[in-house]
C-alpha cells in the first residue's frame, strides 16, 4: 500500500504546531507539495527545501544568505518524515535555522507520532473489517471457501474451531426509532464489545442485527452444566450491552458446539430462538432468550407457514373454530399443559371444579378429534399450542 500524507492528516499536525510555536510551519508530501501551512498562501506550491531533504534523505537547513540567492526560498530548517523507515512527507519552519532548530526537530517527532498512530488506527480498521467478514462467512457456511480455508483464515484472527463456541445474536427491536439511531446503537455496542470483549468477535449482519461469537474451552465444558453456561454467558452480554446502547434490545444464544459448522448451527438456532422467545415471552420487558429454554419452540419455528405446520394445526384450527364459549377450551388447554397435564393444578389455576375441567377436556377431545390420553395426539396437539404461538 503507498503511504502519504494527506490534507487532513497535515493540517493536523500543522494545529498542534501553530498552538505552541511562534514561527511558521509547513509540512509536504512526498513530492515536496504544500499541504498545510500556517502561511495560508503557501498551501499548494512547491516548497523547494523539502524536495531537497526528501532527496537526500536529511535535514536540510536554509540561512539568510542562501535564501537570499534562491527565488522562492526562506530561511529555516526542512525535516524528512518517516513512519516504518518510509519517507512519507516533510515538514519545514519557518526562520533563522539556529532559532528554529531545536523546536524543529520536535516538531519532526511529533508529526511522525501523529503518522504512526494514523497507520495503527488504519492497519486496526482494516483488521476489524476483514475479521468482520470472517465473522459473516463464519455464521453463513459460504461455500466459497472450503472448511480447511475457513479454519486457516479462522486461526489467524484468533478464531479457535476446535474451542467450544456459541453465537449471539441482539436485535435492536425499536421499529419506532429511527434508523440512523438505530445504526448508531449497533455501532457503539459493537465498539464496547471489541474494547471489553475483544476474544469475542462480533459483525453486523443487519442494520437491526449483531452476532456476537463467545467461546470457552472445549475441555472445561460439563455437558451437564452447558445450559447454565449458556445463560451465564447470555446475561453477561446484556449486561455489557445495557452500558453502551440507549434503545431497547433483545439478545438470543444458540447451542453450544465445536468445530467450523459450529458457527452456522449456532446463529441458526439463536436467530431461531430468538423469533420463539418473543413469541412465548408472558412479560414484554423479556429480553434475554437462551436455546437451552426453547429447544422444541426453536426447531419448530422454522415451520412457520409450511405444509407440515398447518397439517399439524388442523385439529387446532378445528378446536378453535366450533369453541362457542369465546376461547374457553383453548385457554383450558394452555393452561393444562402448563401444568404438566395435572388436573387438580390446572382446575385450581383455573378457578373451577375438577369436574368441569373433565368436562371442558372432553369437549376439547371431541372438537378436535383428538385422544388426549393418546401419545401421539397429545404430542401432535402440545406441538400444535407452540406452532400456533409463532
Not at 3 to 15: F, G, K, N, Y
Not at 140 to 157: I, P, W
Request: overall charge neutral; glycine content about 6%; charged content about 25%.
Amino acid at each position: 500500500m503507498r503511504r502519504r500524507i494527506d490534507s487532513r492528516l497535515a493540517e493536523q499536525i500543522v494545529a498542534e504546531a501553530a498552538r505552541v510555536l511562534p514561527f511558521d510551519v509547513n509540512v509536504m508530501d512526498e513530492t515536496g507539495s504544500i499541504l498545510a501551512s500556517s502561511d495560508l498562501s503557501r498551501i499548494g506550491s512547491l516548497h523547494r527545501g523539502a524536495q531537497i531533504a526528501l532527496s537526500n534523505g536529511c535535514d536540510w537547513e536554509v540561512d539568510a544568505a542562501m535564501a537570499a540567492r534562491t527565488p522562492k526560498v526562506k530561511p529555516g530548517v526542512n525535516m524528512p518524515l518517516l513512519v516504518n523507515g518510509e519517507v512519507w512527507g516533510a515538514i519545514g519552519l519557518t526562520g533563522d535555522p539556529d532559532e528554529v532548530r531545536q523546536y524543529g526537530k520536535l516538531m519532526q517527532v511529533l508529526a511522525q507520532m501523529i503518522l504512526e498512530r494514523e497507520t495503527l488506527t488504519v492497519e486496526l480498521r482494516r483488521n476489524h473489517r476483514h475479521r468482520e467478514d470472517l465473522v459473516l462467512q463464519l455464521i453463513n457456511a459460504q461455500q466459497t471457501f472450503s472448511s480447511t480455508e475457513l479454519e486457516n483464515a479462522a486461526n489467524r484472527f484468533g478464531v479457535d474451531p476446535t474451542a467450544f463456541w456459541f453465537v449471539i445474536v441482539c436485535e435492536f427491536a425499536t421499529p419506532q426509532a429511527p434508523l440512523n439511531d438505530v445504526i448508531d446503537a449497533a455501532a457503539n455496542a459493537q465498539s464496547i464489545l471489541n474494547q471489553r470483549l475483544p476474544d469475542c468477535p462480533s459483525a453486523r449482519v443487519s442494520q437491526r442485527e449483531l452476532v456476537i461469537l463467545d467461546s470457552t474451552s472445549a475441555a472445561a465444558v460439563d455437558p451437564r452444566h452447558v445450559a447454565e453456561l449458556a445463560k451465564a454467558r447470555l446475561f453477561a452480554i446484556a449486561t455489557l450491552l445495557d452500558s453502551a446502547c440507549k434503545l431497547p434490545f433483545k439478545v438470543a444464544i444458540g447451542v453450544g458446539l465445536t468445530g467450523i459448522s459450529a458457527f452456522n448451527h449456532s446463529w441458526k438456532s439463536a436467530r431461531a430462538t430468538l423469533k420463539a422467545g418473543t413469541a412465548r415471552a408472558t412479560d414484554a420487558r423479556e429480553r434475554c432468550f437462551s436455546f437451552y429454554d426453547h429447544r422444541l419452540f426453536s426447531a419448530l419455528s422454522s415451520w412457520a407457514d409450511t405444509w407440515q405446520a398447518k397439517e399439524l394445526l388442523r385439529p387446532l384450527e378445528q378446536l378453535k373454530a366450533r369453541d362457542r364459549a369465546g376461547g374457553e377450551l383453548l385457554e383450558t388447554l394452555k393452561v393444562w399443559y402448563r401444568n404438566a397435564r395435572q388436573n387438580n393444578e390446572t382446575a385450581a389455576e383455573l378457578g373451577i371444579h375438577r369436574n368441569t375441567l373433565d368436562k371442558r377436556l372432553r369437549r376439547i377431545e371431541e372438537l378436535s378429534g383428538l385422544t388426549l390420553s393418546g401419545t401421539e395426539d397429545d404430542i401432535l396437539l402440545y406441538i400444535a399450542l407452540q406452532l400456533d404461538c409463532l
